[in-house]
């Protein structure tokens, strides 16, 4: 019965999984995601940095300014020790959404996730991504990368709701189809981008970028 079962799946593979095909097949995560204007004076944000792969790179080809947020204290612990002695490279031990709070977030490496209960669990703090913007007085962003497991829309929804999208220059998304209501969700905030960003690449619960017009 498996083995039928996994026959099926290779013949009929679900969309999601043609879509990764065809991200792969792109070079998504070789090129897509590593392909911005940016330069020494840019200014990143890693929001979800795991254990800072991304950043790297991205610092290697560009040398920016990058802050880097990453709630859970083993891998912000991996990305503390890998930037040490980078000046430009910020990492927070905290994450961004909507609002100040504490949360528990289950450990199950980078699928770790605030809504997910099973398992291990840590708690995190989150603090709003508004007021840390206000507070460190930072009004462009070159480049956001957001992969926080489902926390990706209450963090835009906050954007949209303090008319704050237009503060970035591009948005590297990740949305997740196990959030409450994903669908009409993700439909809402990319009707809410197309009003001050346009598409470079889409790849529906893969990812997908939004440059400023």
């Not at 954007?159 to 009409?184: K, M, S, T, W, Y």
Request: with cysteine.
């Amino acid at each position: 019965m498996k083995s039928l079962q996994r026959l099926r799946k290779s013949l009929f593979p679900s969309e999601k999984k043609k879509t990764l095909r065809r991200w792969r097949k792109d070079g998504g995560d070789e090129k897509l995601r590593y392909d911005y204007p940016l330069n020494p004076e840019s200014i990143v944000l890693d929001v979800g940095g795991f254990e800072g792969e991304w950043a790297e790179k991205i610092f290697n080809t560009y040398q920016s300014n990058i802050h880097i947020f990453e709630p859970v204290t083993s891998f912000y612990n991996s990305v503390e020790a890998l930037f040490k002695t980078n000046t430009k490279v910020d990492v927070h031990h905290y994450g961004l959404g909507g609002k100040d709070r504490s949360e528990k977030i289950s450990l199950e490496d980078n699928a770790s996730s605030i809504y997910k209960g099973n398992g291990l669990l840590e708690e995190i703090e989150i603090v709003n991504i508004i007021r840390w913007l206000n507070e460190n007085e930072i009004n462009n962003i070159d480049l956001i990368k957001i992969n926080i497991e489902g926390g990706e829309f209450e963090l835009l929804e906050k954007l949209i709701e303090q008319d704050a999208l237009i503060r970035f220059g591009n948005i590297q998304v990740q949305f997740h189809d196990f959030a409450p209501d994903a669908d009409c969700r993700m439909r809402g905030i990319q009707d809410e981008l197309i009003k001050t960003h346009r598409t470079t690449y889409s790849y529906r619960y893969i990812w997908e970028n939004w440059e400023r017009i």
